[in-house]
C-alpha cells in the first residue's frame, strides 16, 4: 500500500546556502498559549483512557439509545446476573443495578477497559451493596487464568433496605504479565437472606495524577506534561453538541456525588459514565497549568436540529450558570454548589467557545443571525474579559469576538496552507482547534471522509507537513490564539477515530507519543514572546521557518521545516546584533522514512539530534537540514 514514494523526485541541488537574516526588532508579540490540546470524548480517550477508573460499566448507566447492559462483567462460580430497575435505586441518577445470584460463594467478575493493569501499587475500591448479609465480601485481582494478585476481605455492612457504600484497598506484590486480568466480587450466598444482593457503582483506581481521588491516569498525564500544552479546549466538539438536542453535553449532570451523575450518550458510540466531569476538567487544567477554553453548548446537535430563536434564551442562561458555577463568588447560587462539591475559591475562566463547527450540518444561518450574538452578547456583558470566540471563522464577527479554524487534511494540503493567516485582520484571534494531518497524499488530493479510521498514527510525513503549517501559524502568532491537534487521544481498543496525538491501551507501559508529539513538544520548548521580520534570498518552500525571540530568556528563535526536497539544504542564519563567537543550541529532528509511524509498544523513531553550534563571521549559524526534518535554533 505505500510501496511508492509519496513525494516525486526532486528540485535541484543547493550550490549555495539559504541566507536568512533576522532583523533585531519590529515583529509583533505573540500569544502565551500556542500550543495546547484538546479533549473530546471520542476513541474512549476520557472513559477508559484519561480517567483511571479501571472498572466498565461500573454503574450499567444506560439511555435510549444504548441500553443498560452487563458488557465487561462475568458470573462466578455459575452466579445468576440480572439487571433491575429496583423501587428503591440508589438514586435517581443510577436507577439499574446487577443482582447477583447464586449459592455458596458467588460473585461477579469484571475485565476492565479492555484489561486491567496490575503491578504492585495501592488500588483504591468501593461498592454499593442493597440486602441483608452478615458475611464478608472478598475484593481480589486476578488473572485470567485465576491467579490472584491481591485479594481483601471487606466485612459486610449491608442492610436490607439501605444502599451500603463499602471500600477497600487492594496492593498486588507483584506485576501481572499482561493487562488479561479480571476484577472480581464475591460473597456467601448462603449467609443473604434469599441468596441474592443488588450492587451498583462499583469501581476502582489505581493511583491517579496528583493523588486526586476520582482522577486521571498517569502515564497519560505525564506524556501530556512533557508536551507542555498551555491550553485545554473542552469538554469536546462533536462531543459537546450531542446527536440530539436533549443529547448535548450537560455540564450540570457532570458534577457532585458520582452517584448522582446520571451519564450520557456520547456521539461516539457508547454511553459514559460522566465521572470526567465540568470538575475534573478544571482539576487537569489546573494540575498541568493548562489555560481552560472551555466551549459552551451553543444551541446546535449533530442531527441538524437548531434551537429556534425564541427559546435560544434558556440555553444562554445555562451557559451563564456554568461560568457562575466555575468562576462566581460562593455567595452566588452556583458559586456555593461550587464550593459544596469541594472548590471554595474560583476559577479564572478567559476563554469560552460557543458550539462547535457551527458551519457544518446546516448550522451557520441560525448561528450567524441569532445563536451566536445571544450567547456573545450575553457572555461579554457580565463578563467583559472573557474572549468569546466563535466555532467557524466563516462570518463576520462582531466587536471583539474570535473564531476557530478546524482542518483535517493531507500533507500537500497543510503546506500549502502555510501562508493562510498572513493577510487576515488582526481585529479578531483565531484559534486552531483541531488541526491534523490524517492520510497520506492521494490522487483525491484530499481526505475520504467515507470512514474516519484514517491512518493509525500519526505517520513523518504528515508531522513535517503540519511543522510548516504551525510555522505559518507562528509567523502569524499575534493573531492565532493558539494550535491543537485533534483529537488528542485514542484507547486502540476501541476507538472511533485515528490518528491521535496519544494512543494507549490497557497497559501504561506501551503508550505511545506519536511523531506529532515530538514536534509539538519541540515548538512548545522553545516558546517566542515575539516575531521578528526576517529577509532571505529565496522564498518559502521547500524550507520553511518563522523568527522571533523570547524576551525573559533574551534568546533569538529559528523554527523551520523542510518538506519536498530530496536534497540537504544548507542555511545561513543571522541575527541582527548576533556577533561572531555566539552560541546555540539546535535541534533537529528527522525519522527513517515519510510514512514512518510511533505505534503502541513500538519504538520510537523519531530522531533527535542536538548539538551547540557558533556563529561564524558577522555572526552567521551554518547549518543544513535534512529533507523532512524539523529543527529549532535558540541562541544563548
Ligand atoms: C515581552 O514580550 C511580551 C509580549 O510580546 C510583552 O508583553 C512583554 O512586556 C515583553 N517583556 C519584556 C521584558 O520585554
Ligand atoms: C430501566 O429503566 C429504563 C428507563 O425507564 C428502561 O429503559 C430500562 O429498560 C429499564 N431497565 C431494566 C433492566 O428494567
Ligand atoms: C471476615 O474477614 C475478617 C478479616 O477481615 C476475618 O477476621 C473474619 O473471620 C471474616 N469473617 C468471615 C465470616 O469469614
Ligand atoms: C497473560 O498472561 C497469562 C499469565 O502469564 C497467560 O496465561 C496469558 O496467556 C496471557 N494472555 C495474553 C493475552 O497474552
Ligand atoms: C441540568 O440543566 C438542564 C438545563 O440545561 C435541566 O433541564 C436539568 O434538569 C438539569 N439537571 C439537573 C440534574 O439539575
Ligand atoms: C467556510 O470558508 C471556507 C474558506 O475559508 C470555505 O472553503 C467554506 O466553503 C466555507 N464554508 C461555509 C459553510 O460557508
Ligand atoms: C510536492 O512535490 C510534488 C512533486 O513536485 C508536487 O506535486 C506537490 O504539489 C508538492 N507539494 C507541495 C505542498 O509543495
Ligand atoms: C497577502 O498579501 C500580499 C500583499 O498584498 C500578497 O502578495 C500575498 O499574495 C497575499 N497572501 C495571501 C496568502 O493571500
Ligand atoms: C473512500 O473510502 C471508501 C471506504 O474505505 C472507499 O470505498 C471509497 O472507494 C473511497 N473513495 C475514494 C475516492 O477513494
Ligand atoms: C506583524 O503584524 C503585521 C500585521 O499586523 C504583519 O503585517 C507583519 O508581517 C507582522 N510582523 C511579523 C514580523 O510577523
Known amino acids: 500500500m505505500l510501496a511508492q514514494s509519496l513525494l516525486l523526485p526532486l528540485l535541484a541541488s543547493y550550490a549555495t546556502a539559504v541566507k536568512v537574516s533576522v ?78 445470584q447464586g449459592e455458596g460463594i458467588t460473585g461477579m467478575a469484571n475485565s476492565g477497559f479492555w484489561g486491567i493493569d496490575v503491578r504492585p501499587q495501592k488500588y483504591t ?120 438536542i436533549e443529547g448535548r453535553w450537560k455540564w450540570n449532570e457532570t458534577i457532585g456525588p458520582l452517584k448522582d451523575r446520571p451519564g450520557r450518550a456520547t456521539t461516539w458510540g457508547y454511553e459514559e459514565t460522566s465521572g470526567m466531569g465540568l470538575v475534573e476538567y478544571m482539576e487537569w487544567c489546573d494540575d498541568l497549568e493548562m489555560e481552560p477554553i472551555l466551549a459552551v453548548w451553543g444551541g446546535f446537535a449533530l442531527n441538524g436540529d437548531a434551537v429556534p430563536e425564541s427559546e435560544i434564551g434558556f440555553y444562554v442562561q445555562d ?23 469541594g472548590h471554595p475559591e474560583p476559577w479564572k475562566i478567559r476563554y469560552v467557545e460557543v458550539g462547535n463547527e457551527d458551519n457544518l450540518n446546516g448550522g451557520l444561518d441560525s ?24 466555532s467557524t471563522i466563516n462570518m463576520t464577527f462582531p466587536a471583539n469576538a474570535g473564531g476557530d479554524y478546524h482542518t483535517y487534511d493531507i500533507p500537500d494540503n497543510f503546506v500549502s496552507n502555510f501562508n493562510k493567516f498572513d493577510n487576515y485582520t488582526r481585529e479578531h484571534p483565531i484559534l486552531l482547534g483541531e488541526i491534523a494531518v490524517t492520510e497520506f497524499n492521494n490522487a483525491q488530493h484530499g481526505i475520504n471522509w467515507t470512514d474516519k479510521h484514517f491512518t493509525l498514527y500519526p505517520f513523518w510525513l504528515g508531522t513535517v507537513a503540519e511543522a510548516v503549517f504551525l510555522l505559518g501559524a507562528e509567523r502569524n502568532a499575534d493573531l492565532i490564539i493558539g494550535t491543537t491537534y485533534a483529537p488528542f487521544f485514542e484507547n486502540l481498543d476501541s476507538y472511533e477515530w485515528s490518528p491521535t496525538m496519544i494512543s494507549f491501551n490497557s497497559n ?82 528527522t525519522a527513517p522514512n515519510e510514512v514512518a ?3 503502541v509498544d513500538g519504538a520510537n523513531i523519531v530522531q533527535t539530534q542536538t548539538k551547540k553550534i557558533k556563529a561564524g563571521k558577522q555572526g552567521v549559524f551554518e547549518f543544513k537540514m535534512p529533507s523532512l526534518s524539523v529543527a529549532v535554533l535558540e541562541t544563548k
Open 508 to 589: 501504561p507501559d506501551q503508550t505511545s507519543k506519536s511523531t506529532s508529539w515530538h514536534l509539538y513538544k519541540l515548538f512548545n520548548d522553545h516558546h517566542m514572546t515575539n516575531t521578528l521580520p526576517s529577509t532571505s534570498d529565496s522564498d518559502f518552500g521547500p524550507l520553511y521557518y518563522a523568527t522571533g525571540m523570547n524576551n525573559k530568556t533574551n534568546s533569538y528563535i529559528f523554527k523551520a521545516a523542510v518538506y519536498n526536497s530530496t536534497e540537504e539544504i544548507p542555511i545561513s542564519l543571522s541575527f541582527e546584533g548576533v556577533g561572531r563567537g555566539a552560541m546555540a543550541d539546535l535541534t533537529i529532528l
Open 125 to 244: 475500591g468501593s461498592f454499593y451493596v442493597l440486602g441483608s448479609y452478615a458475611g464478608n465480601f472478598t475484593a481480589s485481582l486476578q488473572s485470567a487464568n485465576g491467579e490472584v494478585f491481591a485479594s481483601t476481605e471487606v466485612a459486610s455492612e449491608s442492610r436490607a433496605d439501605e444502599w451500603v457504600q463499602h471500600k477497600f484497598t487492594l496492593h498486588p506484590n507483584k506485576k501481572a504479565d499482561n493487562t488479561s486480568n479480571h476484577f472480581v466480587l464475591t460473597f456467601d450466598a448462603s449467609q443473604t437472606e434469599c441468596g441474592a444482593l443488588d450492587f451498583n457503582l462499583i469501581s476502582l483506581f489505581p493511583p491517579t495524577w496528583n493523588d486526586r481521588p476520582n482522577g486521571m491516569r498517569r502515564d497519560l498525564m505525564q506524556a501530556l506534561q512533557e508536551l507542555g500544552p498551555k491550553f485545554l479546549r473542552f469538554p469536546g466538539g462533536n462531543n459537546l453538541e450531542g446527536q440530539t
Open 319 to 341: 451557559a451563564l450558570d456554568e461560568l457562575e458555577f466555575l468562576t462566581g463568588s460562593t455567595d452566588t447560587k452556583f458559586g456555593a454548589l461550587r464550593a459544596k462539591y
Open 367 to 390: 448561528y450567524k443571525a441569532y445563536r451566536f450574538p445571544a450567547f456573545y452578547n450575553a457572555i461579554s456583558e457580565k463578563y467583559p474579559e472573557i474572549q468569546v470566540i466563535a
Open 597 to 599: 509511524m510511533n505505534g
Open 23 to 100: 532583523a533585531g526588532s519590529g515583529g509583533n508579540a505573540t500569544t502565551n498559549l500556542q500550543y495546547g490540546a484538546m479533549e473530546e470524548e471520542i476513541n474512549h480517550c476520557g472513559e477508559g483512557g484519561l480517567y483511571a477508573e479501571l472498572i466498565r460499566n461500573r454503574a450499567f448507566q444506560g439511555s435510549s439509545t444504548f441500553p443498560s447492559t452487563v458488557d465487561a462483567w462475568g458470573a462466578v462460580n455459575g452466579a445468576g446476573l440480572l439487571l433491575q430497575n429496583l423501587t428503591n435505586p440508589l438514586s435517581s441518577a443510577l436507577p439499574t443495578s446487577l443482582q447477583v
